[in-house]
Protein backbone atom coordinates (compact mmCIF):
# COMPACT_ATOMS: atom_id res chain seq x y z
CA UNK A 1 0.00 0.00 0.00
CA UNK A 2 1.14 3.57 -0.71
CA UNK A 3 1.79 5.08 2.34
CA UNK A 4 2.92 8.57 0.74
CA UNK A 5 -0.43 8.99 -1.17
CA UNK A 6 -2.44 12.18 -1.21
CA UNK A 7 -5.54 12.89 0.57
CA UNK A 8 -7.86 12.55 -2.28
CA UNK A 9 -5.79 11.08 -5.25
CA UNK A 10 -5.40 7.46 -4.63
CA UNK A 11 -8.08 7.27 -2.21
CA UNK A 12 -10.88 8.47 -4.45
CA UNK A 13 -9.99 5.53 -6.78
CA UNK A 14 -10.14 3.32 -4.72
CA UNK A 15 -13.82 4.81 -3.38
CA UNK A 16 -14.09 4.34 -6.67
CA UNK A 17 -13.34 0.48 -6.47
CA UNK A 18 -15.50 0.48 -3.71
CA UNK A 19 -18.76 1.21 -5.08
CA UNK A 20 -18.22 -2.37 -7.12
CA UNK A 21 -18.36 -3.35 -3.08
CA UNK A 22 -15.47 -5.10 -1.70
CA UNK A 23 -16.78 -8.25 -1.26
CA UNK A 24 -16.68 -8.38 -5.46
CA UNK A 25 -13.59 -6.98 -5.53
CA UNK A 26 -11.84 -9.45 -3.53
CA UNK A 27 -13.71 -11.98 -5.36
CA UNK A 28 -12.27 -11.16 -8.47
CA UNK A 29 -8.81 -11.58 -6.75
CA UNK A 30 -9.53 -14.71 -5.22
CA UNK A 31 -8.89 -13.31 -1.93
CA UNK A 32 -10.19 -12.43 1.57
CA UNK A 33 -14.00 -12.67 2.89
CA UNK A 34 -16.55 -11.73 0.26
CA UNK A 35 -20.19 -10.26 0.68
CA UNK A 36 -21.96 -13.19 -1.10
CA UNK A 37 -20.76 -15.54 1.80
CA UNK A 38 -22.66 -14.10 4.58
CA UNK A 39 -25.72 -15.78 3.69
CA UNK A 40 -27.64 -18.82 2.19
CA UNK A 41 -28.91 -18.78 -1.64
CA UNK A 42 -31.89 -16.53 -2.10
CA UNK A 43 -32.16 -12.67 -1.58
CA UNK A 44 -31.02 -11.01 1.35
CA UNK A 45 -32.96 -10.78 4.46
CA UNK A 46 -30.84 -7.13 5.22
CA UNK A 47 -27.48 -6.19 5.85
CA UNK A 48 -25.75 -6.53 8.97
CA UNK A 49 -22.16 -4.72 9.99
CA UNK A 50 -20.19 -5.70 12.67
CA UNK A 51 -17.65 -2.87 14.38
CA UNK A 52 -15.13 -3.92 17.16
CA UNK A 53 -13.90 -0.97 19.26
CA UNK A 54 -10.63 0.15 21.04
CA UNK A 55 -8.32 -1.68 18.33
CA UNK A 56 -6.96 -3.64 20.76
CA UNK A 57 -4.44 -6.95 20.07
CA UNK A 58 -7.27 -9.21 20.63
CA UNK A 59 -8.85 -7.97 17.36
CA UNK A 60 -6.07 -9.48 15.40
CA UNK A 61 -5.37 -12.80 17.25
CA UNK A 62 -9.24 -13.78 18.04
CA UNK A 63 -11.15 -12.33 16.32
CA UNK A 64 -10.05 -11.37 12.60
CA UNK A 65 -9.10 -15.01 12.20
CA UNK A 66 -12.83 -15.92 12.88
CA UNK A 67 -14.00 -13.63 10.87
CA UNK A 68 -11.49 -15.37 7.86
CA UNK A 69 -13.21 -18.77 8.56
CA UNK A 70 -16.45 -17.70 8.16
CA UNK A 71 -15.51 -15.74 4.90
CA UNK A 72 -17.07 -12.31 6.32
CA UNK A 73 -15.84 -8.99 6.40
CA UNK A 74 -16.47 -6.52 9.56
CA UNK A 75 -15.07 -3.06 10.49
CA UNK A 76 -11.89 -2.29 13.57
CA UNK A 77 -12.88 1.10 15.15
CA UNK A 78 -9.30 2.02 16.04
CA UNK A 79 -7.87 4.26 19.16
CA UNK A 80 -4.83 5.91 17.82
CA UNK A 81 -3.06 6.11 20.91
CA UNK A 82 -3.92 2.54 21.14
CA UNK A 83 -2.17 1.40 17.83
CA UNK A 84 1.08 0.11 18.04
CA UNK A 85 1.59 -0.60 21.44
CA UNK A 86 2.56 -3.94 23.28
CA UNK A 87 -1.27 -4.32 23.66
CA UNK A 88 -2.91 -3.23 20.53
CA UNK A 89 -3.21 -3.70 17.25
CA UNK A 90 -0.26 -2.62 15.00
CA UNK A 91 -0.68 -0.26 11.85
CA UNK A 92 0.66 -3.67 9.92
CA UNK A 93 -2.34 -5.32 11.32
CA UNK A 94 -4.52 -2.57 10.43
CA UNK A 95 -3.07 -2.60 6.56
CA UNK A 96 -3.85 -6.47 6.59
CA UNK A 97 -7.50 -6.43 7.88
CA UNK A 98 -8.31 -3.52 4.97
CA UNK A 99 -6.61 -5.60 2.41
CA UNK A 100 -8.85 -8.72 3.18
CA UNK A 101 -11.79 -6.86 3.15
CA UNK A 102 -12.28 -4.90 6.65
CA UNK A 103 -12.77 -2.00 7.31
CA UNK A 104 -11.07 0.97 9.62
CA UNK A 105 -12.69 3.24 11.47
CA UNK A 106 -11.80 6.48 13.94
CA UNK A 107 -12.59 5.56 17.54
CA UNK A 108 -10.73 8.65 18.64
CA UNK A 109 -7.44 9.54 19.59
CA UNK A 110 -7.60 8.56 22.80
CA UNK A 111 -11.11 7.53 24.04
CA UNK A 112 -11.39 10.62 26.04
CA UNK A 113 -15.11 11.40 25.65
CA UNK A 114 -15.99 14.23 23.08
CA UNK A 115 -19.64 14.24 23.34
CA UNK A 116 -21.49 17.05 25.97
CA UNK A 117 -22.30 16.01 29.08
CA UNK A 118 -24.81 17.66 30.80
CA UNK A 119 -25.43 19.87 34.88
CA UNK A 120 -28.00 17.62 36.85
CA UNK A 121 -28.30 21.24 39.07
CA UNK A 122 -27.81 24.54 38.73
CA UNK A 123 -24.38 26.20 39.03
CA UNK A 124 -23.69 29.29 40.83
CA UNK A 125 -20.85 32.09 40.08
CA UNK A 126 -19.15 30.89 43.36
CA UNK A 127 -19.58 27.07 42.83
CA UNK A 128 -16.39 25.36 42.10
CA UNK A 129 -18.48 21.89 42.02
CA UNK A 130 -20.39 20.95 39.02
CA UNK A 131 -22.91 17.69 39.18
CA UNK A 132 -23.06 15.95 36.05
CA UNK A 133 -25.06 13.30 34.34
CA UNK A 134 -21.94 10.88 33.88
CA UNK A 135 -18.84 10.29 35.39
CA UNK A 136 -16.46 10.42 31.87
CA UNK A 137 -14.41 13.77 32.86
CA UNK A 138 -13.80 13.32 36.73
CA UNK A 139 -10.51 11.31 36.56
CA UNK A 140 -8.82 13.82 34.13
CA UNK A 141 -7.62 16.17 36.37
CA UNK A 142 -5.70 19.21 35.00
CA UNK A 143 -7.83 18.84 31.79
CA UNK A 144 -9.53 22.22 30.30
CA UNK A 145 -13.13 22.39 29.79
CA UNK A 146 -15.47 24.04 28.78
CA UNK A 147 -18.70 24.91 30.26
CA UNK A 148 -21.88 26.28 28.64
CA UNK A 149 -25.08 27.03 26.56
CA UNK A 150 -26.31 29.20 24.06
CA UNK A 151 -25.95 32.44 25.63
CA UNK A 152 -22.18 31.78 26.05
CA UNK A 153 -19.21 29.52 27.56
CA UNK A 154 -16.57 29.95 30.22
CA UNK A 155 -13.42 27.33 30.33
CA UNK A 156 -11.62 26.32 33.57
CA UNK A 157 -9.76 23.27 34.63
CA UNK A 158 -10.65 19.60 36.42
CA UNK A 159 -9.03 19.51 39.66
CA UNK A 160 -10.65 15.75 40.24
CA UNK A 161 -14.18 14.21 41.03
CA UNK A 162 -16.37 11.72 41.60
CA UNK A 163 -19.54 10.17 42.98
CA UNK A 164 -21.24 10.54 45.81
CA UNK A 165 -25.04 10.30 46.87
CA UNK A 166 -26.53 13.14 44.58
CA UNK A 167 -24.65 12.01 41.93
CA UNK A 168 -21.77 12.27 39.93
CA UNK A 169 -19.52 15.33 40.19
CA UNK A 170 -16.49 17.25 38.96
CA UNK A 171 -14.46 19.71 40.78
CA UNK A 172 -12.58 22.88 39.30
CA UNK A 173 -9.32 24.84 40.27
CA UNK A 174 -11.49 27.81 40.44
CA UNK A 175 -15.13 29.15 40.58
CA UNK A 176 -16.77 29.00 37.76
CA UNK A 177 -17.97 32.64 37.31
CA UNK A 178 -21.59 32.14 36.20
CA UNK A 179 -24.63 31.34 36.37
CA UNK A 180 -25.19 28.00 34.66
CA UNK A 181 -28.72 26.08 34.35
CA UNK A 182 -29.46 22.59 34.67
CA UNK A 183 -30.04 19.62 31.75
CA UNK A 184 -29.33 23.05 29.08
CA UNK A 185 -26.05 23.69 30.40
CA UNK A 186 -22.80 21.62 28.71
CA UNK A 187 -19.87 20.19 29.82
CA UNK A 188 -16.81 19.08 27.73
CA UNK A 189 -13.30 18.84 27.21
CA UNK A 190 -11.77 22.49 24.63
CA UNK A 191 -13.10 22.86 21.35
CA UNK A 192 -8.71 21.68 20.58
CA UNK A 193 -8.69 18.77 22.31
CA UNK A 194 -12.13 18.01 20.43
CA UNK A 195 -10.94 18.80 17.32
CA UNK A 196 -7.96 16.44 18.34
CA UNK A 197 -9.54 13.11 19.55
CA UNK A 198 -12.15 13.71 16.27
CA UNK A 199 -9.95 14.95 13.52
CA UNK A 200 -6.46 14.52 14.29
CA UNK A 201 -7.15 10.76 14.78
CA UNK A 202 -8.70 10.69 11.01
CA UNK A 203 -5.47 12.20 9.58
CA UNK A 204 -3.37 9.72 11.87
CA UNK A 205 -5.33 6.35 11.05
CA UNK A 206 -4.75 7.65 7.19
CA UNK A 207 -0.88 8.36 7.76
CA UNK A 208 -0.89 4.29 8.75
CA UNK A 209 -2.12 3.69 5.07
CA UNK A 210 -5.66 3.05 5.88
CA UNK A 211 -9.07 4.87 4.71
CA UNK A 212 -11.17 6.21 6.75
CA UNK A 213 -14.31 7.45 5.97
CA UNK A 214 -16.63 6.77 8.94
CA UNK A 215 -16.45 7.67 13.47
CA UNK A 216 -17.37 6.14 16.42
CA UNK A 217 -17.66 8.29 19.52
CA UNK A 218 -16.92 6.97 22.70
CA UNK A 219 -19.17 5.85 25.23
CA UNK A 220 -21.86 6.79 22.80
CA UNK A 221 -21.68 10.46 23.51
CA UNK A 222 -22.52 12.00 19.96
CA UNK A 223 -23.91 15.65 21.02
CA UNK A 224 -21.83 19.11 20.64
CA UNK A 225 -18.69 19.63 18.64
CA UNK A 226 -18.36 16.45 17.83
CA UNK A 227 -21.03 16.33 15.38
CA UNK A 228 -20.22 19.11 13.32
CA UNK A 229 -16.60 18.30 13.28
CA UNK A 230 -18.04 14.51 11.89
CA UNK A 231 -20.41 15.82 9.27
CA UNK A 232 -17.26 17.60 7.91
CA UNK A 233 -14.60 15.70 8.03
CA UNK A 234 -16.32 12.07 8.05
CA UNK A 235 -19.44 9.90 5.76
CA UNK A 236 -20.95 9.10 8.54
CA UNK A 237 -21.63 8.62 12.69
CA UNK A 238 -21.95 5.13 13.14
CA UNK A 239 -23.08 5.20 16.95
CA UNK A 240 -24.94 8.32 16.79
CA UNK A 241 -28.68 7.44 17.54
CA UNK A 242 -31.12 4.22 17.47
CA UNK A 243 -31.00 0.67 18.56
CA UNK A 244 -28.98 -1.10 15.69
CA UNK A 245 -32.04 -1.26 13.46
CA UNK A 246 -30.93 1.31 10.72
CA UNK A 247 -34.02 1.31 8.03
CA UNK A 248 -32.62 1.12 4.76
CA UNK A 249 -35.00 3.75 2.86
CA UNK A 250 -34.10 6.92 2.93
CA UNK A 251 -30.97 5.88 5.82
CA UNK A 252 -29.05 8.97 7.46
CA UNK A 253 -25.20 7.80 7.63
CA UNK A 254 -24.79 10.68 10.25
CA UNK A 255 -28.00 9.33 12.52
CA UNK A 256 -27.27 5.25 12.65
CA UNK A 257 -27.16 3.10 15.83
CA UNK A 258 -25.93 0.01 17.29
CA UNK A 259 -26.54 -3.17 19.81
CA UNK A 260 -24.16 -5.33 21.46
CA UNK A 261 -22.91 -8.60 20.65
CA UNK A 262 -20.63 -8.73 24.09
CA UNK A 263 -20.78 -11.60 26.29
CA UNK A 264 -21.58 -9.57 29.08
CA UNK A 265 -24.57 -7.25 27.87
CA UNK A 266 -26.51 -9.80 25.07
CA UNK A 267 -27.73 -13.03 25.36
CA UNK A 268 -27.29 -15.49 22.49
CA UNK A 269 -31.37 -15.37 22.53
CA UNK A 270 -31.28 -11.54 22.81
CA UNK A 271 -28.77 -11.85 19.42
CA UNK A 272 -30.72 -14.11 17.65
CA UNK A 273 -34.11 -11.60 18.27
CA UNK A 274 -32.31 -8.57 17.17
CA UNK A 275 -31.49 -10.60 13.77
CA UNK A 276 -34.96 -11.92 13.56
CA UNK A 277 -36.30 -8.39 13.35
CA UNK A 278 -33.33 -6.84 11.13
CA UNK A 279 -34.30 -10.00 8.92
CA UNK A 280 -38.06 -9.39 9.59
CA UNK A 281 -37.65 -5.48 8.36
CA UNK A 282 -34.71 -5.61 5.88
CA UNK A 283 -32.58 -3.34 7.91
CA UNK A 284 -29.12 -2.18 7.99
CA UNK A 285 -28.44 -3.89 11.28
CA UNK A 286 -24.90 -2.64 13.05
CA UNK A 287 -23.52 -4.40 16.08
CA UNK A 288 -20.46 -4.11 18.07
CA UNK A 289 -18.27 -6.21 19.96
CA UNK A 290 -15.07 -5.87 22.13
CA UNK A 291 -12.45 -8.17 21.70
CA UNK A 292 -10.72 -7.94 24.80
CA UNK A 293 -13.81 -8.39 26.92
CA UNK A 294 -13.37 -11.71 28.38
CA UNK A 295 -16.93 -12.55 27.57
CA UNK A 296 -16.74 -11.94 24.06
CA UNK A 297 -14.89 -15.01 22.80
CA UNK A 298 -14.11 -16.52 19.38
CA UNK A 299 -16.89 -18.96 20.21
CA UNK A 300 -19.12 -15.57 20.91
CA UNK A 301 -17.56 -14.24 17.81
CA UNK A 302 -18.65 -17.19 15.75
CA UNK A 303 -22.24 -17.42 17.37
CA UNK A 304 -23.20 -13.93 15.88
CA UNK A 305 -21.92 -14.70 12.23
CA UNK A 306 -23.33 -18.02 12.12
CA UNK A 307 -26.94 -16.64 13.15
CA UNK A 308 -26.93 -13.64 10.99
CA UNK A 309 -25.98 -16.42 8.17
CA UNK A 310 -28.96 -18.71 9.47
CA UNK A 311 -31.09 -15.67 8.69
CA UNK A 312 -29.89 -15.20 5.27
CA UNK A 313 -28.59 -11.42 6.10
CA UNK A 314 -25.70 -10.09 4.33
CA UNK A 315 -22.89 -9.36 6.34
CA UNK A 316 -20.67 -5.93 4.57
CA UNK A 317 -18.83 -3.38 6.20
CA UNK A 318 -20.70 -0.13 6.51
CA UNK A 319 -18.58 1.39 3.36
CA UNK A 320 -19.89 -1.24 1.47
CA UNK A 321 -23.90 -1.07 3.15
CA UNK A 322 -24.07 3.03 2.35
CA UNK A 323 -22.37 2.67 -0.25
CA UNK A 324 -25.15 0.02 -2.37
CA UNK A 325 -27.44 2.44 -0.24
CA UNK A 326 -26.36 5.56 -2.54
CA UNK A 327 -25.62 7.16 0.94
CA UNK A 328 -21.54 6.07 0.83
CA UNK A 329 -18.34 8.17 1.04
CA UNK A 330 -18.62 9.39 -2.94
CA UNK A 331 -22.14 10.94 -2.13
CA UNK A 332 -21.37 12.62 1.49
CA UNK A 333 -18.11 13.67 0.72
CA UNK A 334 -18.62 14.58 -3.15
CA UNK A 335 -15.31 12.44 -3.84
CA UNK A 336 -16.80 10.70 -7.12
CA UNK A 337 -14.39 9.13 -9.73
CA UNK A 338 -15.05 12.18 -12.16
CA UNK A 339 -11.18 13.05 -11.88
CA UNK A 340 -10.60 12.43 -15.36
CA UNK A 341 -13.63 14.30 -16.12
CA UNK A 342 -12.84 17.41 -14.77
CA UNK A 343 -9.01 17.45 -15.33
CA UNK A 344 -9.55 21.29 -16.85
CA UNK A 345 -12.49 22.08 -15.17
CA UNK A 346 -12.38 25.34 -13.01
CA UNK A 347 -15.66 23.99 -11.20
CA UNK A 348 -14.17 22.11 -8.69
CA UNK A 349 -12.00 24.74 -7.86
CA UNK A 350 -14.58 27.28 -7.67
CA UNK A 351 -16.46 25.05 -5.04
CA UNK A 352 -13.18 24.57 -3.05
CA UNK A 353 -12.02 28.11 -3.19
CA UNK A 354 -15.85 29.07 -1.85
CA UNK A 355 -15.13 26.47 1.33
CA UNK A 356 -11.84 27.95 2.13
CA UNK A 357 -13.60 31.57 2.19
CA UNK A 358 -16.14 29.98 4.40
CA UNK A 359 -13.42 28.80 6.75
CA UNK A 360 -11.34 32.35 6.80
CA UNK A 361 -14.36 33.94 7.25
CA UNK A 362 -15.43 31.36 10.75
CA UNK A 363 -11.72 32.20 11.49
CA UNK A 364 -11.82 35.78 11.83
CA UNK A 365 -14.81 35.22 14.06
CA UNK A 366 -13.42 33.09 16.21
CA UNK A 367 -9.95 34.08 16.33
CA UNK A 368 -9.91 35.69 19.83
CA UNK A 369 -12.25 32.15 21.59
CA UNK A 370 -9.15 30.23 22.69
CA UNK A 371 -8.02 30.69 26.47
CA UNK A 372 -5.40 28.54 28.35
CA UNK A 373 -7.66 27.31 30.38
CA UNK A 374 -6.11 28.44 33.63
CA UNK A 375 -9.20 30.21 35.28
CA UNK A 376 -12.82 31.08 34.09
CA UNK A 377 -12.61 32.45 30.49
CA UNK A 378 -16.00 33.97 29.62
CA UNK A 379 -17.01 33.83 25.92
CA UNK A 380 -19.99 35.65 24.23
CA UNK A 381 -22.17 35.02 21.09
CA UNK A 382 -23.66 31.35 21.13
CA UNK A 383 -24.26 29.17 20.37
CA UNK A 384 -21.40 27.94 22.27
CA UNK A 385 -20.77 24.30 20.18
CA UNK A 386 -20.11 26.21 17.21
CA UNK A 387 -17.16 28.53 18.94
CA UNK A 388 -13.78 28.32 17.48
CA UNK A 389 -14.90 25.80 14.81
CA UNK A 390 -13.07 27.85 12.14
CA UNK A 391 -9.47 26.37 13.88
CA UNK A 392 -10.71 23.50 12.10
CA UNK A 393 -8.57 25.05 9.12
CA UNK A 394 -5.44 23.75 10.63
CA UNK A 395 -5.86 20.48 10.83
CA UNK A 396 -4.34 18.60 8.43
CA UNK A 397 -6.91 16.15 6.99
CA UNK A 398 -8.81 16.19 3.48
CA UNK A 399 -12.91 15.83 3.74
CA UNK A 400 -16.05 15.54 5.65
CA UNK A 401 -27.93 7.78 21.04
CA UNK A 402 -26.13 5.61 21.36
CA UNK A 403 -25.04 2.10 21.01
CA UNK A 404 -25.37 -0.09 23.48
CA UNK A 405 -22.18 0.40 25.90
CA UNK A 406 -20.64 -0.92 28.48
CA UNK A 407 -20.72 0.85 31.66
CA UNK A 408 -19.23 -1.48 34.03
Not at 85 to 94: A, K, R, S
Not at 98 to 119: K, P, R
Not at 349 to 358: C, E, N, Q
Request: with cysteine; aromatic share 8%; glycine share 12%.
Amino acid sequence: MNDNRGPLGVRTSRRGLFRLGAASLLALVGAGPTAADGGSDGESNGRLVFIYDDSWREDWDQTFPVHQEEGVPACCAAVTEYVDTGWGLLPEHLREMESEGWEIMSHTASHGVVGNLYLTAPAEPDDRRLSLNASFLADHDGEPIVVGDDDGTVENVIAGGGEDDDGFYIELEEPIGESFAAEETFVRFTDERIREEVVGSKAELEEMGVDVDYFVSPFGRSEGLVEELVAEYYAGFANREGDGLNGIADVDPYDLGRTSIDGRSSTETEIEAFYDRVAAGNYLGIVVGHSQFDETTEERVRFAIQEAKERNLEIVTLREALSELDAGPDEMLGTEDDDEENDDSETGSDGDGGADDGKAATNESASDSSGDGAGPTVRENGPAIAAGTGLLATVAVAGRAAYQRIRE
